[in-house]
Nanobody, 124 residues
Framework: QVQLVESGGGLVQAGGSLRLSCAAS????????MGWFRQGPGKEREFVAA????????YYADSVKGRFTISRDNAKNTVYLQMNSLKPEDTAVYYCAADATLSVGRTLREYDYWGQGTQVTVSS
């Protein structure tokens, strides 16, 4: 089992940047592929980005490709989401999640553990 705690959210103007962090504790962090999801106001939770156990493979939603970068530091048990060129439509609660399967999931049901979320608000 693993516990996940996100941080780094906040209020930023359009065009700005934020870096989210997700600290993991519990079972070996490198055992899990990691993902970021988000849920905007009145919307369903959606996939944002995912990274393999080693960090060698990354995947992105089309809406964030070229603007967001997912990375991980297995020595620090932390996964990051660098968000650049933020837009008002990026406003959401951002969640990190851990996937214990051998694949790198891109749907909610593939993830086993979730953090509590961190709010990102982008003003126009």
């Amino acid at each position: 089992q693993v516990q996940l705690v996100e941080s780094g959210g906040g209020l930023v103007q359009a065009g700005g940047s934020l870096r989210l962090s997700c600290a993991a504790s519990g079972r070996s962090f490198s055992y899990y592929a990691m993902g970021w999801f988000r849920q905007g106001p009145g919307k369903e939770r959606e996939f944002v980005a995912a990274i393999s156990r080693s960090g060698g493979s990354t995947y992105y939603a089309d809406s964030v490709k070229g603007r967001f970068t997912i990375s991980r530091d297995n020595a620090k048990n932390t996964v990051y989401l660098q968000m650049n060129s933020l837009k008002p439509e990026d406003t959401a609660v951002y969640y990190c999640a851990a996937d214990a399967t051998l694949s790198v999931g891109r749907t909610l049901r593939e993830y086993d553990y979730w953090g509590q979320g961190t709010q990102v608000t982008v003003s126009s």
